[in-house]
Protein backbone atom coordinates (compact mmCIF):
# COMPACT_ATOMS: atom_id res chain seq x y z
CA UNK A 1 0.00 0.00 0.00
CA UNK A 2 1.30 3.76 -0.77
CA UNK A 3 3.11 4.97 2.48
CA UNK A 4 3.45 9.04 3.49
CA UNK A 5 5.00 9.75 6.54
CA UNK A 6 4.87 12.78 8.31
CA UNK A 7 7.29 14.06 11.00
CA UNK A 8 6.95 15.46 13.48
CA UNK A 9 3.23 13.96 14.93
CA UNK A 10 3.14 16.53 16.97
CA UNK A 11 4.43 19.61 17.57
CA UNK A 12 4.06 22.92 20.01
CA UNK A 13 5.85 25.79 18.76
CA UNK A 14 6.51 29.40 20.42
CA UNK A 15 4.27 32.54 18.45
CA UNK A 16 7.16 33.85 15.95
CA UNK A 17 9.17 30.91 15.83
CA UNK A 18 10.22 28.93 13.15
CA UNK A 19 8.40 25.53 12.55
CA UNK A 20 8.82 22.99 9.95
CA UNK A 21 6.88 19.97 8.67
CA UNK A 22 8.18 17.02 6.20
CA UNK A 23 6.43 14.70 4.86
CA UNK A 24 8.45 11.45 3.13
CA UNK A 25 6.54 9.09 0.10
CA UNK A 26 7.99 5.97 -0.82
CA UNK A 27 5.09 5.48 -3.89
CA UNK A 28 7.30 7.13 -6.45
CA UNK A 29 4.34 9.79 -7.34
CA UNK A 30 4.84 13.26 -9.02
CA UNK A 31 2.12 15.28 -7.12
CA UNK A 32 2.38 16.22 -3.39
CA UNK A 33 -0.04 17.99 -1.32
CA UNK A 34 -0.34 20.06 2.24
CA UNK A 35 -3.68 20.90 3.35
CA UNK A 36 -4.73 21.91 6.97
CA UNK A 37 -7.46 20.62 8.75
CA UNK A 38 -9.44 22.34 10.88
CA UNK A 39 -13.85 21.91 12.12
CA UNK A 40 -16.06 23.74 9.83
CA UNK A 41 -13.46 24.34 6.88
CA UNK A 42 -13.04 20.38 5.76
CA UNK A 43 -9.51 19.80 4.03
CA UNK A 44 -7.99 23.13 3.29
CA UNK A 45 -5.18 23.35 0.33
CA UNK A 46 -1.68 25.22 1.38
CA UNK A 47 0.46 24.28 -1.05
CA UNK A 48 1.20 21.73 -3.70
CA UNK A 49 4.03 20.27 -6.03
CA UNK A 50 4.27 18.14 -9.40
CA UNK A 51 7.47 17.25 -9.28
CA UNK A 52 11.04 18.15 -7.56
CA UNK A 53 11.79 21.86 -7.64
CA UNK A 54 8.13 22.54 -8.25
CA UNK A 55 6.08 24.11 -5.58
CA UNK A 56 2.52 25.49 -6.46
CA UNK A 57 0.63 27.96 -4.04
CA UNK A 58 -3.19 25.99 -3.02
CA UNK A 59 -5.88 28.25 -1.55
CA UNK A 60 -4.81 29.02 1.37
CA UNK A 61 -0.94 29.92 1.34
CA UNK A 62 -0.27 33.08 2.99
CA UNK A 63 2.41 32.53 6.13
CA UNK A 64 3.54 29.25 4.49
CA UNK A 65 6.33 27.90 2.67
CA UNK A 66 6.82 25.22 0.79
CA UNK A 67 9.91 22.83 -0.42
CA UNK A 68 10.19 20.12 -2.77
CA UNK A 69 13.69 19.08 -2.99
CA UNK A 70 13.13 15.57 -4.10
CA UNK A 71 10.58 13.11 -5.24
CA UNK A 72 10.05 11.17 -1.85
CA UNK A 73 9.98 14.88 0.21
CA UNK A 74 8.15 17.71 0.98
CA UNK A 75 8.57 20.28 3.55
CA UNK A 76 5.92 22.67 4.74
CA UNK A 77 7.23 25.73 6.81
CA UNK A 78 6.18 28.11 9.01
CA UNK A 79 8.67 31.04 9.24
CA UNK A 80 7.18 32.64 11.85
CA UNK A 81 4.09 30.96 13.28
CA UNK A 82 0.86 32.56 14.71
CA UNK A 83 -1.76 31.24 16.60
CA UNK A 84 -4.21 30.96 14.05
CA UNK A 85 -2.09 28.30 12.52
CA UNK A 86 -2.50 25.96 15.26
CA UNK A 87 -4.20 22.76 13.22
CA UNK A 88 -3.66 19.73 12.18
CA UNK A 89 -1.68 19.22 8.36
CA UNK A 90 -1.93 16.36 6.42
CA UNK A 91 0.56 15.60 3.60
CA UNK A 92 -0.74 13.33 0.83
CA UNK A 93 0.65 12.23 -2.11
CA UNK A 94 -0.55 10.89 -5.78
CA UNK A 95 -1.30 11.64 -9.07
CA UNK A 96 -4.49 11.75 -11.33
CA UNK A 97 -6.07 12.73 -7.95
CA UNK A 98 -7.01 9.57 -5.97
CA UNK A 99 -4.42 10.73 -3.26
CA UNK A 100 -3.07 9.04 -0.49
CA UNK A 101 -2.51 10.64 3.30
CA UNK A 102 -0.22 10.68 5.90
CA UNK A 103 -1.37 10.33 9.45
CA UNK A 104 -1.17 14.00 10.23
CA UNK A 105 0.42 16.60 12.53
CA UNK A 106 -0.75 18.08 15.25
CA UNK A 107 0.21 21.84 15.56
CA UNK A 108 -0.09 24.05 18.69
CA UNK A 109 1.36 27.50 18.35
CA UNK A 110 1.30 29.38 22.08
CA UNK B 1 -11.43 28.89 -9.14
CA UNK B 2 -13.08 25.59 -8.04
CA UNK B 3 -15.36 24.87 -4.88
CA UNK B 4 -16.96 22.07 -3.35
CA UNK B 5 -20.02 22.56 -1.54
CA UNK B 6 -21.15 19.80 0.84
CA UNK B 7 -24.43 21.36 2.32
CA UNK B 8 -24.37 19.15 5.64
CA UNK B 9 -22.29 19.59 8.15
CA UNK B 10 -23.38 16.73 10.84
CA UNK B 11 -25.83 14.10 9.75
CA UNK B 12 -27.51 12.10 12.66
CA UNK B 13 -29.17 8.63 11.35
CA UNK B 14 -30.28 5.56 12.96
CA UNK B 15 -29.09 2.45 12.20
CA UNK B 16 -30.48 0.33 8.68
CA UNK B 17 -32.09 3.82 7.01
CA UNK B 18 -31.13 5.16 4.57
CA UNK B 19 -28.37 8.34 3.69
CA UNK B 20 -27.73 10.56 1.11
CA UNK B 21 -24.70 12.83 1.46
CA UNK B 22 -25.26 16.05 -0.89
CA UNK B 23 -22.16 17.11 -3.02
CA UNK B 24 -22.08 20.30 -5.68
CA UNK B 25 -18.74 21.87 -7.56
CA UNK B 26 -17.82 24.85 -9.42
CA UNK B 27 -14.86 24.35 -11.97
CA UNK B 28 -13.41 25.96 -14.91
CA UNK B 29 -11.73 22.74 -16.12
CA UNK B 30 -13.30 20.21 -18.25
CA UNK B 31 -11.45 16.75 -17.80
CA UNK B 32 -12.26 16.46 -14.11
CA UNK B 33 -12.17 13.42 -11.96
CA UNK B 34 -14.41 13.58 -8.47
CA UNK B 35 -13.93 11.50 -5.39
CA UNK B 36 -15.65 10.33 -1.83
CA UNK B 37 -13.11 10.09 1.14
CA UNK B 38 -13.83 8.77 4.61
CA UNK B 39 -11.81 9.77 7.69
CA UNK B 40 -12.40 7.92 10.75
CA UNK B 41 -12.10 9.16 14.00
CA UNK B 42 -8.23 9.92 14.27
CA UNK B 43 -7.34 8.82 11.40
CA UNK B 44 -6.07 9.96 7.85
CA UNK B 45 -8.67 10.08 4.83
CA UNK B 46 -8.86 7.09 2.98
CA UNK B 47 -10.56 7.15 -0.63
CA UNK B 48 -14.28 5.60 -1.05
CA UNK B 49 -14.64 6.05 -4.62
CA UNK B 50 -14.20 7.85 -7.28
CA UNK B 51 -15.60 8.89 -10.92
CA UNK B 52 -14.83 10.67 -13.88
CA UNK B 53 -17.88 9.65 -16.08
CA UNK B 54 -21.03 11.48 -16.59
CA UNK B 55 -24.14 9.77 -15.49
CA UNK B 56 -22.44 6.67 -14.49
CA UNK B 57 -22.94 4.92 -11.42
CA UNK B 58 -20.18 4.40 -9.18
CA UNK B 59 -20.14 1.61 -6.30
CA UNK B 60 -17.59 0.63 -3.31
CA UNK B 61 -18.06 -0.81 -0.03
CA UNK B 62 -21.94 -0.17 -0.01
CA UNK B 63 -22.26 3.12 -0.94
CA UNK B 64 -22.98 4.52 -4.52
CA UNK B 65 -22.58 7.67 -6.15
CA UNK B 66 -23.43 9.20 -9.62
CA UNK B 67 -21.43 11.88 -11.46
CA UNK B 68 -24.43 13.70 -13.10
CA UNK B 69 -22.58 17.26 -14.64
CA UNK B 70 -25.82 18.41 -15.67
CA UNK B 71 -26.62 19.71 -12.23
CA UNK B 72 -22.81 19.81 -10.93
CA UNK B 73 -23.33 16.89 -8.63
CA UNK B 74 -21.68 14.26 -7.00
CA UNK B 75 -24.02 12.91 -4.12
CA UNK B 76 -22.93 9.56 -2.09
CA UNK B 77 -25.59 7.46 -1.08
CA UNK B 78 -26.13 4.41 0.63
CA UNK B 79 -29.43 2.08 1.78
CA UNK B 80 -28.82 1.06 5.06
CA UNK B 81 -26.22 2.79 6.95
CA UNK B 82 -24.16 0.55 9.64
CA UNK B 83 -22.92 1.96 12.86
CA UNK B 84 -18.99 1.68 11.24
CA UNK B 85 -20.45 4.09 8.83
CA UNK B 86 -19.96 6.53 11.55
CA UNK B 87 -17.23 9.04 10.00
CA UNK B 88 -16.54 12.55 8.18
CA UNK B 89 -17.30 12.03 4.20
CA UNK B 90 -15.41 14.61 1.95
CA UNK B 91 -16.12 15.31 -1.50
CA UNK B 92 -13.31 16.20 -3.93
CA UNK B 93 -12.67 17.37 -7.17
CA UNK B 94 -9.17 16.95 -9.19
CA UNK B 95 -8.27 18.42 -12.22
CA UNK B 96 -6.89 19.76 -14.83
CA UNK B 97 -6.50 16.25 -16.07
CA UNK B 98 -3.12 16.67 -17.27
CA UNK B 99 -1.69 14.87 -14.23
CA UNK B 100 -0.42 18.20 -12.74
CA UNK B 101 -3.81 17.47 -10.41
CA UNK B 102 -4.99 20.31 -7.68
CA UNK B 103 -7.71 18.44 -5.44
CA UNK B 104 -9.96 20.43 -3.73
CA UNK B 105 -11.70 18.97 -0.69
CA UNK B 106 -15.52 20.12 0.28
CA UNK B 107 -15.84 21.31 4.54
CA UNK B 108 -16.81 17.85 4.86
CA UNK B 109 -19.80 15.86 6.18
CA UNK B 110 -19.89 14.63 10.11
CA UNK B 111 -22.05 11.30 9.58
CA UNK B 112 -22.87 9.92 13.05
CA UNK B 113 -25.06 6.69 12.83
CA UNK B 114 -26.93 5.60 16.38
CA UNK B 115 -27.68 2.14 17.47
Known sequence: EAA???????????????VTLSCNQTNNHNNMYWYRQDTGHGLRLIHYSYGAGSTEKGDIPDGYKASRPSQENFSLILELATPSQTSVYFCASGDWGEVFFGKGTRLTVV | GDSVTQTEGLVTLTEGLPVKLNCTYQTAYSDVAFFWYVQHLNEAPKLLLRSSTDNKRTEHQGFH????????????????????????YFCALSGPGDGNEKITFGAGTKLTIKP
Open chain 1, 4 to 18: VTQSPRNKVAVTGGK
Open chain 2, 65 to 88: ATLHKSSSSFHLQKSSVQLSDSAL
